[in-house]
């Protein structure tokens, strides 16, 4: 339903899922950029394909994420209360090399079709999902170890699924 190359990597941190343990995993959508973002990253992480699954999802560190996820999006605990959060990482400059500066929107548009994709399924799940609009751009970068100042890649969004909380 997007006629354009999928360009948004998505960065998880897992904190209860069946079948995957805690940790920070990274969902490469285009195949092209794998190498790229491997080695734009830190070194320190451990590239692991998740077994069994047809997914391009790979373990960079296991662990408890549940307070840096929650920190990365402006201490909102949503993002390490639920099942999982992620942040949606834009293949920034190689797309707009590619499409010139109207690619900027169409970045966009690829991370609004994504969280709609996860508000629907978390639903048909029994869960729910929300958009995180806040979060700390420049420290996910840190986080992942890309360099400050390169624009190669991108935090354009974030997300997070679970149980729903009523706000009263």
Do not use: K, N
Not at 5 to 23: D, I, K, N, T
Not at 66 to 84: D, E
Not at 143 to 155: H, I, K
């Amino acid at each position: 339903s997007f006629p354009w190359p999928a360009r948004l990597a998505l960065v998880l941190f897992v904190h209860r899922v069946e079948e995957l343990a805690p940790g920070l995993y990274v969902l490469i959508r285009d195949p092209d950029s794998f190498e790229r973002l491997r080695r734009a990253c830190g070194g320190d992480f451990a590239w692991e394909r998740v077994a069994g699954d047809e997914l391009p999802l790979y373990l960079l560190r296991a662990g408890d994420l549940r307070q840096s996820a929650a920190h990365l999006s402006c201490q909102q605990a949503i993002a390490g209360q639920g099942a999982f959060s992620l942040g949606m990482l834009a293949d920034f400059d190689r797309t707009l090399a590619a499409d010139g500066a109207w690619a900027y929107r169409r970045l966009f548009w690829e991370a609004g079709m994504i969280g709609q994709v996860l508000y629907l399924e978390a639903t048909a799940a029994g869960l729910a999902g929300t958009g995180i609009g806040c979060y700390h751009d420049d420290e996910v970068h840190d986080l992942l170890g890309l360099t400050a100042g390169d624009t190669a890649w991108q935090s354009l969004y974030h997300f997070t699924v679970g149980g729903a909380l009523e706000d009263g």
